[in-house]
């Protein structure tokens, strides 16, 4: 299996901060990135396909960058409604696996 | 408005069976290829089984391989997941999710399945 291993696990920013999380694959998968968004009893997300298109309707503060084995999901201008957890998915390969996480929390 | 809805879950002792569904509206369900994933208490995402459009092709993680079964039924625009053998770490919140080009494009609210003697 593509093992996905993100970072940090959490993180607390200020509104209007810049916010990066990464994700590493193991092994590559060239652009088969996804990065969701999941906030407390709400369904997942998909923001972000391809690891740096954004999808429709999705606010272009939201983006994602890489290739091969390390991604970068950027927010820049942290806004309130933000609160969640991000994951990053890889579907290079069965089984889609997924990262274990970022707890987003606004300080 | 696309929406998934799902049911079917609750509380059942381990070795026992359950059969979620996931009833799909606002668009017509056969377009797309579905799968089921969960979330375990404190965990994250996992990814589960996969569907093609008309049934032909089937996925499951090796975690659920054996005992559940993914299926569907265009014609009642709804899709499903038999649960055999449940075990204590099954316990999860399940989630149906359309298969878009690349990602998992729209899920349910999800629904708890909790496996406990």
């Known amino acids: 299996d593509i093992h996905m291993t993100q970072s940090p696990s959490s993180l607390s920013a200020s509104v209007g901060d810049r916010v990066t999380i990464t994700c590493q694959a193991s092994p590559d998968i060239m652009n088969y990135l996804n990065w969701y968004q999941h906030q407390p009893g709400k369904a997942p997300k998909l923001l972000i396909y391809?690891?740096?298109n954004l999808k429709e309707g999705v606010p272009p503060r939201f983006s994602g960058s890489g290739s091969g084995t390390l991604f970068t999901f950027t927010i820049i201008g942290l806004q309130p409604e933000d609160i969640a957890t991000y994951y990053c998915?890889?579907?290079?390969?069965?089984?889609?696996?997924f990262g274990q996480g970022t707890k987003l929390e606004i300080k | 408005e696309l929406q998934l809805v799902e049911s079917g879950g609750g509380l059942v002792q381990p070795g026992g069976s359950l059969r979620l569904s996931c009833a799909a509206s606002g668009f017509t369900l056969s377009t797309y290829s579905m799968n089921w994933l969960r979330q375990a208490p404190g965990k994250g995402l996992e990814w589960i089984s996969y569907i093609s459009k008309t049934s032909g092709t089937i996925y499951y993680a090796d975690s659920v391989k054996d005992r559940f079964t993914i299926s569907r039924d265009n014609a009642e625009n709804s899709l499903y997941l038999q649960m055999n053998s449940l075990r204590v770490e099954d316990t999860a919140v399940y989630y149906c999710?359309?298969?878009?080009?690349?990602?998992?494009?729209?899920w349910g609210q999800g629904i708890m399945v909790a496996v406990s003697s």
């Open positions: 998915q890889q579907y290079y390969n069965l089984p889609y696996t």
């Open positions: 999710a359309t298969m878009g080009v690349t990602g998992f494009d729209d």
């Open positions: 391809d690891a740096s």
